[in-house]
């Protein structure tokens, strides 16, 4: 649906900040963007449903500095999604989703932040996208260093031990 209507996109008209949306959207920050540094303001939209509003955006390169994105809903939003794209229509591409429902979307939140290898793509875009009901979106990036795995978890692409049981084969025999 998003590709589809993405060459209609018009500007967003802006929004005055409303402050329960704009609190809501930092406690979201703290557990989805734990230690990470805000990426430039808070961008306020009023979007109708089935609209969306682009908002040009850095993504981080290499693997060390990764990058946070968060549309927080207010009063009316009951569906709100998040795209980053490349390329313009009708050549445009997702680089990343959000994958959940709702009227919080996130990309790259809980330590699974997005950045780009090697050189940024060009015409990198934040799109924020009201699937269903309308008001205001509040947006903001965020930015920090890749965290760290968790203690005990195996690095990327490593295959997990064998946890089967021992063969009888290799047990002794009992006494």
Excluded: W, Y
Excluded at 17 to 28: D, E, H, M, Q
Excluded at 63 to 92: H, N, R, S
């Amino acid at each position: 649906m998003f590709l589809s209507r993405a060459a209609e996109q018009r500007p967003a008209a802006s929004a005055p900040v409303p402050r329960v949306t704009a609190l809501a959207l930092a406690n979201t920050a703290r557990g989805e963007a734990r230690g990470m540094a805000p990426l430039g303001d808070v961008v306020s939209l009023a979007l109708a449903e089935g609209e969306s509003a682009a908002i040009p955006v850095r993504v981080p390169r290499g693997v060390d500095e990764c990058a946070v994105f968060i549309a927080q809903g207010g009063l009316g939003v009951i569906e709100v999604d998040l795209f980053v794209t490349k390329g313009a229509p009708p050549a445009l591409e997702i680089v990343a989703q959000d994958a959940d429902r709702g009227p919080i979307a996130v990309i790259g939140g809980r330590g699974a932040c997005l950045s780009v290898p090697g050189a940024a793509p060009p015409a990198v875009e934040l799109h924020a996208q009201v699937r269903r009901g309308a008001g205001v979106v509040l947006v903001q990036g965020f930015r920090g260093p890749r965290p760290a795995p968790p203690p005990g978890a195996a690095p990327p692409g490593a295959t997990p031990p064998d946890t089967a049981p021992p063969s009888a084969a290799r047990r002794a025999p009992p006494r």
